[in-house]
């Protein structure tokens, strides 16, 4: 493992960092199901169309090792990444410290019981543990709307691009048009329709 990358950061930090006994989880719609998360993988991960990063996979287990999500889900810790905020906001590249969410998918069965919700708050703490100063994600299937519950913005460079589908949305659905630009003004059904694949999103944190 690269010490530099693993700079303020663990296998260990990461363990227990999504260990609902150790955070002290106490939400019954949780806690009832005695979840139990497990640290599958963390390994640098080095390719050409990214720049050095930290990959762990994550697995959320129920007492009898049966998984409650559909896949084991991914996150990306890069020690010097474009930071979206600051090109969005000032129009500059300035580069730092980001996190970047891959994918939370939790089963039919154990939606609606707030695990990706105490997952994120959980993975939030970390991630600033860490010196992370953004998150950021690329947005498909139902966290469309997921993610903009959490205080995540659209990048300015897909704002259009959505606006676009928007109004052809409206004018299928005979809804009158009115710009939004704000992914958490745009109706859920239009997030969630097939006209919208996916968008960027970004928290500065």
């Not at 663990?10 to 609902?20: G, L, Q, R, T």
């Not at 007492?63 to 996150?75: A, K, Q, T, V, Y």
């Not at 069965?109 to 010196?131: C, F, P």
């Amino acid at each position: 493992m690269n010490p530099k990358l693993l700079d303020r950061i663990s296998a260990k930090d990461i363990a227990v960092a999504y260990d609902f006994e150790v955070q002290g989880v106490t939400d019954s719609s949780v806690t009832s199901l005695g979840l139990a998360s497990e640290l599958v993988e963390i390994a640098d991960d080095f390719s050409i169309q990214f720049p050095p990063r930290i990959k762990y996979r994550i697995e959320i287990r129920l007492p009898n090792g049966g998984s409650i999500l559909e896949f084991p889900f991914i996150r990306f810790l890069y020690p010097d990444k474009q930071l979206w905020g600051a090109y969005c906001r000032e129009g500059i590249v300035r580069n730092g410290r980001v996190a970047e969410n891959a994918n939370l998918a939790v089963m039919a069965s154990y939606q609606r019981r707030g695990i990706a919700t105490l997952v994120y708050k959980l993975e939030e703490s970390l991630y600033k543990k860490w010196g992370a100063v953004e998150i950021q994600l690329v947005a498909v299937q139902s966290g469309r709307d997921v993610w903009r519950k959490f205080g995540f913005i659209l990048h300015c460079d897909d704002i259009n691009i959505v606006e676009y589908f928007f109004e052809e949305w409206c004018e299928e659905t005979g809804i009158k048009y009115i710009p939004l630009e704000d992914v958490v003004k745009y109706p859920r059904e239009f997030l969630l329709s097939r006209k919208l694949k996916q968008f960027r999103l970004f928290k500065e944190i």
